[in-house]
Each structure stands twice: as structure tokens, then as C-alpha cells.
């Protein structure tokens, strides 16, 4: 959960609803097509959530191998499933392993959203325009990221998530 959140900045509604089948594992993209809140399925946030996003192969790797150990592996199945096939508890799942987590390497408070966030920033101090941003965000309106309309371009956003979790994973 916490890979996917900040390696491409889904919100957790978005990250608990991904289904193995959301993933073209060839094309190296992955389609948020549902949210879930307190377990329960709803639509995107915006119309913007419902754009491909770009998956970097190293991200794709650690998801094919989770996938490999993993239960529930149908194109149906959520990724992140509960014991039970469900999605799992956001709450629980912070406060048992995250936020623990977190204290062990001293970072201190965190939160689900805090990922999105890191994940724009990211983005930021890697030089990717706001453009590509709020494209990788999937922001209804570029206000929400910093009020810039230029129109990104896909070799662009694989770029940016390369980038990201190039500084993610080797750091």
C-alpha cells in the first residue's frame, strides 16, 4: 500500500480499490477505475482519476512479486485484499504498520495522504512541469496543483514516475 501511494500518488480510496486486472502489465499502465471507502466500492473522485497512469518497471517488478505471494491474484481481486478478499481497512492498516513504521525510522506523524503529497513533491524537486503534475494527480483542475493549463505529454509523465521512484527506491 504504501509503495503504490507513494510511488504514484493515489489517494488510499484509490490505492484500496486497485484490482489486478486495473494493471496492463505491457504497456506498463494502470487505470483507477474505483475508490473504496470503509470497504465499501464507489466511483473515481474525478473524471481526472479515470486517466491511464504509468507504472516504472521497478514499481511493476515489486507489484509482480507481492503478487506472487499474494492470495488473491484474479484480474477481479483487489491487490491490496484483506484475509477475507475484501479490500482492507485504511485506519487498521495505518495504525498497525505505517504509523509504527514510521516511528522506527524516526520520521514521525504520518497519514495516508501525507504519501500523495510526498509524491508531489517529489515531483516537484525531480523539475517535472505542472502540467505533468497535475496530470500524474489527476486533478480535475490544475488550481488544485498551481494554476499552469499547459497540456503534458505521455513520454513526459513516464518520465516524472520514473523519476520518482528512482529517487524512492535507490535512496
Do not use: C
Not at 497519514?111 to 509524491?119: A, I, L, N, V, Y
Request: proline share 3%.
Amino acid at each position: 500500500m504504501v509503495l503504490i501511494a507513494g510511488s504514484l500518488g493515489l489517494r488510499i480510496s484509490e490505492v484500496l480499490g486497485l484490482r489486478w486486472g486495473d494493471i496492463d502489465w505491457r504497456n506498463l499502465t494502470l487505470l483507477v477505475q474505483r475508490g473504496v471507502v470503509m470497504r465499501r466500492v464507489h466511483e473515481t473522485k474525478t473524471e481526472a482519476s479515470l486517466k491511464p497512469m504509468p507504472i516504472d518497471p521497478q514499481i511493476a517488478e515489486a507489484l509482480l512479486k507481492f503478487r506472487r505471494q499474494a492470495v488473491y491474484v484474479g484480474q477481479e481481486d483487489f491487490i491490496v485484499a484483506s484475509d477475507s478478499g475484501k479490500p482492507r481497512w485504511q485506519a487498521t492498516m495505518l495504525a498497525d504498520h505505517v504509523k509504527p513504521a514510521a516511528v522506527r525510522a524516526g520520521i514521525g506523524k504520518v497519514g495516508w495522504h501525507m504519501f500523495r503529497h510526498m509524491f508531489s513533491s517529489t515531483l516537484h524537486q525531480a523539475g517535472t512541469s505542472m502540467a505533468v503534475q497535475k496530470e500524474l494527480l489527476r486533478h480535475a483542475d490544475i488550481q488544485t496543483t498551481m494554476n499552469n493549463y499547459m497540456q503534458a505529454v505521455s513520454e513526459a509523465k513516464r518520465e516524472a514516475v520514473h523519476r520518482v521512484a528512482k529517487l524512492l527506491l535507490n535512496a
